[in-house]
């Protein structure tokens, strides 16, 4: 099977965690270990969050007395895409010896005129108490939204609309490759009045970009794994309910929070109508039981799945 699997920030570095190396490599090193048994048998795309990669980044930018202006999102996201594009190649490596493994530093095009860029709405960076997150927003001119019950920078994510290197990624797999690419939804750009890419302040969301990319690679799944085990119907209130299946339209009625789980649940949704093939969102330790319909939220076009048997073989 050709599986597009989506880790989330989240899963390489954990809520409340100090950003140190060793922690994320650590992070990377585990995560890897549950996918290993998916790269042995299957073809395999690896796609990554940054979220709190590339908000440290933007404060460290930010702070930094011999920059005349920080360096936008574009520059940011690429430098996340080298920094967990590396930890995950060489874990790769590692954990499938004498398989290829290739990393790729992604642009994904995105419209100039997209309404997003107006609207941000993308949590990058950590969370604050909200005193500092006021302090920080004035100083810096910077846009703060709820994240739970403390604050957290949010910038604006317009819609992936193509990963232009996606025949190149093509190629790999026909090589027998595992890729790495498309990290943190990747680079954002557009194409300018000469026709040439530019890349824009911009953070991309990483599910919408691997459903698009999934899409295009024509793969049997699309796996959203992060921290949580399953999609919650009335999550935060009294009495949360895990939803085990779905289909686009009934996880569609659902409501979900626009900065996380909301995206999670378009991506499946969008991957689901337009291919009719699998979509799961869940927790990277539950990744074999997923497959095999015993964990996660599973969404289908009918609503029914029994298990890896059930995805049509690649290109069939």
Not at 74 to 83: H, P, S
Not at 109 to 131: C, H, I, M, R, W
Not at 264 to 282: D, L, S
């Amino acid at each position: 099977m050709r599986l597009v699997i989506a880790l989330g920030g989240n899963a390489l570095l954990e809520r409340g965690q100090r950003p140190d190396a060793a922690a994320q490599r650590a992070n990377t090193a585990r995560a890897v270990r549950a996918l290993a048994p998916l790269g042995e048998r299957h073809e395999l795309v690896v796609t990554h969050g940054n979220g709190p990669q590339v908000g440290l980044l933007a404060l460290e930018s930010a702070a930094n007395p011999d920059l005349t202006s920080p360096y936008p999102f574009d520059v940011l996201g690429a430098q996340t895409q080298g920094m967990i594009g590396y930890w995950l190649l060489q874990s790769l490596q590692n954990a499938l010896p004498g398989r290829q493994v290739a990393a790729l530093i992604n642009q994904t095009l995105v419209s100039a005129a997209d309404p997003a860029f107006a609207n941000p709405t993308k949590f990058v960076g950590p969370v604050y108490e909200q005193d500092v997150a006021s302090g920080l927003a004035s100083r810096n001119g910077w846009t703060f939204a709820p994240d739970g019950d403390r604050w957290r920078r949010v910038v604006p994510s317009p819609e992936p609309h193509r990963v232009v290197e996606t025949r190149l990624i093509r190629e790999l797999l026909a090589f027998g490759a595992v890729v790495v690419c498309a990290g943190g939804g990747g680079v954002p750009v557009v194409r300018n009045e000469a026709g040439e890419l530019e890349g824009v302040d911009a953070v991309i969301d990483k599910d919408l970009a691997a459903a698009k990319l999934a899409e295009a690679l024509d793969a049997d799944a699309l796996l959203l794994l992060t921290d949580v085990h399953a999609v919650m119907r009335g999550y935060g209130g009294p009495s949360p309910q895990p939803i085990a299946r779905a289909t686009p339209a009934s996880l569609r009625r659902e409501t979900f929070a626009p900065g996380s789980m909301g995206p999670k649940a378009e991506a499946v949704c969008r991957f689901v109508e337009v291919t009719g093939g699998f979509g799961a969102i869940g927790s990277l330790t539950d990744v074999t039981d997923i497959l095999d319909g015993k964990a996660g939220t599973v969404v289908t076009p009918g609503g029914d799945y029994g298990g890896i048997g059930d995805l049509r073989p690649p290109g069939g």
